[in-house]
Structure formats: C-alpha cells, structure tokens
C-alpha cells in the first residue's frame, strides 16, 4: 500500500541520479575500508572501535539500497549527513579552536568533509514536504 500523497515536488532527475551516485560512493569507499578492517584488522581494537566499523559497514551495506531507491532511502542520507556535520560542528571544530587538533581528528575530518556534496544533492523541498509537512502516519488502522 503506497502511503505518498501525489501532491509532492517533483523530484529532477539529475538529483536522483546523483542520488545514486552518492549512495555508490557510500557503499564502495566508506564500505571497502571500513569491511577490509572489520575482516583483517579486528584484532587488539577497542570495543568502540568494533562497534563503530560494525555500524559504518551496515551503513555501507543499507547504501546498496539507495542505488536502486534513492528516494525512499533518502533517511539513510540524512542520517549519513547530520551524523557527519555533529561531528563536525560539535567535536572537529571545538577541538580545531582549543588547540587539540591532531591526525585522528586529521584524518576523521577528511572522511567527514565530503558530506557537504550531499547538501547541493538532497532534495529539501522534497524532505520538507516528505516529512515535515505531510501528515503522520495514523497509529491504528482504519476499518
């Protein structure tokens, strides 16, 4: 049973398709790395360290989706961009004005930067009226 109204924005197809581009570029490099640790280099890591690669390569995996139905895994994106611009705003940068910069934060801010693509990518009016403006989902259904 299909849910959408009809009365969303139209959605370009050059944005869909960069979309799917994004999603690709997810899979493929954040997936290869994080998978190719996850496989060889598991071994004397932290816990935090397993957990988060655990959850990047099923980020990485879900990805896969967003190739094929970029618009219904859009919250996949927005997850991938507002966990990444946190960060960014919330930890990088503070750290960059206290004087704490170092290469992991080096390193984990040049993984993190590219995340401003998908902001020119996303469709907002679409998100806007995808899930802000369109009514919520009723709890029950009717009979």
């Known amino acids: 049973m299909n849910t959408l109204p009809a009365d969303l924005p139209p959605v370009a197809t050059w944005r869909i398709n960069a979309m799917r581009l994004l999603f690709l570029l997810m899979a493929c490099f954040m997936g290869g790395f994080v998978w190719y640790r996850l496989l060889f280099e598991v071994t004397g890591q932290p816990l935090q360290w397993g957990l988060a690669k655990s959850m990047l390569a099923a980020l ?8 094929r139905y970029p618009l219904q895994m859009l919250p996949l994106m927005l997850y ?10 919330l930890v ?29 990518i996303i469709p907002w009016r679409y998100v806007w009226a995808r899930y802000f403006t369109q009514p919520m989902e009723p709890f029950r259904q009717g009979r």
């Open 60 to 67: 990485a995996l879900m990805s896969l989706l967003g190739v």
């Open 80 to 89: 991938e961009t507002a966990w990444k611009t946190i960060w960014l705003t």
């Open 92 to 120: 990088a940068f503070r750290a960059w004005l206290a004087g704490n910069w170092n290469l992991e934060f080096q390193g984990l801010f040049n993984d993190c930067i590219g995340i401003v693509i998908a902001y020119f």
